[in-house]
Structure formats: C-alpha cells, structure tokens
C-alpha cells in the first residue's frame, strides 16, 4: 500500500500528459474514515489484480485539501499507518469534469452511489458502485453494483479483496480496513445498532491473517477519541468537519454530523449568528445538526436541531421528521431558545444519519422538483442481514439481483425465502 500511495500523483500527472484512460476510485462528499479508507483499498486492490489495460488507478479523497485537518481520525489512522496525506489526491487536485470531457474517465463510486446534483455530468462515466445504504437508483448495464446492509462499507471492501488473487492484502491495508470497521461499527457493539454478522467476520478474518493487529479496543478507543476531538475547532469547522448536503430543484440543506452534546453545542457563543453566517455563506436553505455521543458500553445517546430562517422549510423537516416510520425517530422535543432552531432528544438510538437522510430528501422533494425520485426502502434490522459470506465464496452480484434482495427485506421477507 505505501508504494502505492507513494506513486499516486505521479501516475495521475503522467496518464494526464499521455492522454491515458484514469480509473478513479472515490468515497461520497463527508469523506469520513470508512469514505477514505474504502477508497484507498479498492484502489490499491484493482491496481494489483484487475487494472484496465493502461488505465491508471487513483483514489480521490472527495474534499478540498484543506479541509482534510477536520477529518481528525481519518489523519490519525494514516499518519499511524504510514499513509502520509501530501501523497493523497483530493478533489481539488483532479478536474474530473475535464477528464470526463476528454473521454479518459471511468469512475468508481465507493460509500455512496447517486452523485450529488453539482456532480451529475459524472454520472455516466461510472462503471461500478460499492455501498452500504439502501439502493436508491438502478444502474444499467454493464455498470456493477454491489449494494449490501451491512455496518462499514470497508467491510464490503474486506471482502472483495478477500475474493482475489492470494498475496494482494499487506499488513497496512489490513490495518486501515480493521480500524475503520471498528470504528463505523462502534467496536462491534450490537447496543449502537451498527453491526452486521458480515462486519464480524471481517474483522476476525483479517485479525486471523494479521495477528499483529492492535487490540480491537485499543484501536477503537484511539480513533474514537480523535473524531470526537473537537478541541479549538470553531462552529463553522465543527458543522464542515462531517457535512453531507441534500437538495432538490430549489433548496439546499446541509445535514451536519456533530460530535458533541447538543445542549453543549447550542450553548456556544454566538451560535445563532454563525449558523446563519454558515447557510448564507454556502447557499443553504437550512441545516439539520445531528449529534451523537456513547457511554462506557458504547450505547449511542442521539439529539438534533432543524434550523432555517425560513418557517416553510423549518416546519416541514420538522413535520417529516417527527412523523417519520421508517424508521420512526422517537423524538422529543427540547426547550428552545430560538423560534428559528428546533431541538429534539432521539429516542430510536440507532437510527443514524444513513437512516434519516431518506427521511430528510423525500421532505425536501415535496417542495419541489427532487433530485432523485425514489424513495428507498427501510433499512433491514440486523436480524435481517444474511450470514457472512466468507466461508464460502461470495457470489458476484448484478444490479437485478441486489434490487430484488432489497425488495424482499423491505417487504419483511428474510433472504433466501421464496418470493
């Protein structure tokens, strides 16, 4: 993995000049750890077992470069595994709009698989999706698609790679792929909601081929402390630091993952005037903070506030967000000391933003035109979730056959049932 990431710039810049087919492997725009970390192991795995003749392979960290100091335990893991961030492509370092035009693109989609509205003219140059949230658009042919429910796309990742050629995984790709399982999954916690059978068996895999492996608490522990590290950050870093933005024809709302208390963060100086400067700044209609933190047995406490000046947009995410049932939130709400901020404690723990975020785009496509039609379905409870592939081989997936697994579990229909 080193000398990969190593020769990552060099290839880019020489494919470029030669007039040379590039394969980007990119995480969706939060570019979190599992983002990241699925990016650069797809990558370096398609480099070494199945590259496109002549194509060169880059991971693209879906961000500006400067923004990647928020990105506290994505830094932590790679500078602790050797993967320095001078060598890493970030999205101002590649014009894919002018590779598209060219004709030297294909793109590979890892942690997410509808590109946002400002992406759209890349749409056609995606050639395979690698995700863990439910399916919210077909692909056609001979795009490939694996769509699964499980905890960590990295876990997703695991397995691909464990379907290749023997020898392609060393001890650092292990190592990114371990943490970022650890950490997307809370430890393995069933309390948080996250795990799946698969994700378990990742990571026992990968702690059987790499006995050197830290322990999974100590691991856990480190890259926990550093993503909720907001020590000095400001309110605007906090609220960029794990930004997803949502829209239709008209609006746009940024939903903001938090990593603080919500009655600590809405107690923060001036806060009302920079939310405000926030949305103003980057065009946002509204913004939905959703704040997360853990006890000692890693049980999630959840909370989040609806802020928008305007009482239309205001009311309806809060109407869509109250009243949801799939999966209902359980809110309740909290005393407020603004009429343009809405505060709600969550009592549905393990519905995570992945979760919500449904909620949130079919509240926003009832005020208009929205960006994508469907709806998807529920996500499935764990219970739901088959066994983990891996003592067998795993079979490959094509867009129909993920299609109708998704139907069946969202029709309460285990896998493997008769339709």
């Not at 020898?167 to 795990?195: E, F, M």
């Not at 990571?203 to 081929?209: M, N």
Request: hydrophobic content about 45%.
């Amino acid at each position: 993995m080193e000398r990969f990431v190593a020769g990552i710039r060099a290839r880019l810049q020489d494919h470029i000049q030669q007039h040379q087919e590039i394969h980007v492997v990119m995480g969706n725009e939060a570019c979190d750890l599992d983002s990241t970390v699925s990016a650069l192991a797809l990558a370096y795995f398609l480099a070494q077992s199945s590259p496109a003749p002549g194509a060169a392979v880059v991971p693209v960290l879906n961000i500006p470069r400067a923004e990647f100091a928020l990105r506290g335990e994505t830094a932590f893991l790679l500078r602790e595994r050797g993967v320095p961030a001078a060598a890493l492509v970030f999205r101002d370092d590649i014009d894919l709009r002018a590779l598209h035009r060219a004709g030297l693109l294909s793109l590979t989609l890892v942690d997410h698989h509808v590109l946002p509205g400002a992406d759209a003219a890349l749409d056609e140059a995606v050639v395979e999706v690698l995700d863990h949230r439910p399916l919210e658009r077909r692909r056609a042919a001979p795009c490939r698609v694996t769509v699964e429910p499980v905890g960590s796309c990295a876990t997703l990742v695991t397995e691909r790679i464990l379907q290749g050629p023997p020898g392609v995984l060393d001890g650092t790709t292990a190592a990114l792929l371990h943490g970022t399982i650890l950490l997307d999954c809370i430890n393995l916690s069933p309390a948080a909601g996250k795990v799946t059978p698969r994700d378990v068996a990742c990571v026992a895999l990968l702690e059987e081929r790499f006995p050197e492996l830290p322990a999974r608490d100590a691991v856990f522990g480190a890259l926990q402390a550093a993503k909720f590290d907001v020590t000095g950050l400001s309110t605007e870093q906090m609220l960029r630091k794990d930004l997803k933005v949502i829209s239709n024809d008209d609006v746009l709302v940024a939903i903001s993952g938090v990593f603080e208390d919500l009655e600590t963060f809405l107690l923060r100086p001036g806060l009302l005037q920079d939310l405000e400067a926030f949305c103003q700044s980057r065009g946002y209609a509204g913004l939905v903070a959703m704040t997360v933190s853990f006890n000692e047995r890693h049980e999630p406490t959840r909370k989040l506030a609806v802020y928008s000046q305007q009482e239309p947009l205001r009311s309806t995410l809060c109407r869509a967000l109250e009243e949801a049932t799939a999966p209902a939130l359980l809110l309740r709400p909290l005393p407020g000391r603004w009429a343009s901020v809405a505060a709600y404690a969550q009592g549905n723990a393990v519905a995570t933003r992945k979760k919500v975020l449904p909620i949130l785009r079919a509240a926003l496509a009832g005020l208009g035109g929205p960006e994508e039609e469907a709806v998807p379905p529920p996500t499935p409870m764990n219970s739901l979730v088959d066994e983990c592939p891996l003592a067998q081989a795993v079979p490959p997936l094509c867009p129909q056959d993920v299609l109708e697994r998704v139907s069946r579990i969202a029709g309460g229909q285990p896998p493997g049932s008769p339709k």
